[in-house]
């Protein structure tokens, strides 16, 4: 059992940058791989970023690629997604979860734990 907690959302203007973080508890963090989704209002949840167990691959959608990047620390339980050049589009509820039953790293299906989300609105 994974229990996760997302944080660092907020407004910020278009160009700028936050850094999403996500404090995992439980058992056997470090075995698993981690993602990031988000969902904006309308939408479906989409698959943003992806880091496996060590930290060594990581897996980017499309429009994340240069400007998002997915980091982990296992001594500290934590997942973090450093989002920079923000634009309006990225506005959306922002997810971590834990890849617990598939190994496809982008399939929502794969992830089975799931955090509560947080907000990130940007603003043109």
């Known amino acids: 059992q994974v229990q996760l907690v997302e944080s660092g959302g907020g407004v910020v203007q278009a160009g700028g940058s936050l850094r999403l973080s996500c404090a995992a508890s439980?058992?056997?963090?470090?075995?698993?791989?981690m993602g990031w989704f988000r969902q904006a209002p309308g939408k479906e949840r989409e698959f943003v970023a992806a880091?496996?167990?060590?930290?060594?691959?990581?897996d980017y959608t499309d429009s994340a690629k240069g400007r998002f990047t997915i980091s982990r620390d296992n001594a500290k339980n934590t997942v973090s997604l450093q989002m920079n050049s923000l634009k309006p589009e990225d506005t959306a509820v922002y997810y971590c979860?834990?890849?617990?039953?598939?190994?496809?790293?982008?399939?929502?299906?794969?992830?089975?734990?799931w955090g509560q989300g947080t907000q990130v609105t940007v603003s043109s």
């Open positions: 979860a834990a890849r617990s039953r598939g190994i496809s790293v982008s399939a929502h299906s794969s992830y089975g734990y």
């Open positions: 880091i496996n167990w060590s930290g060594g691959t990581t």
């Open positions: 439980g058992r056997s963090f470090s075995s698993y791989g």
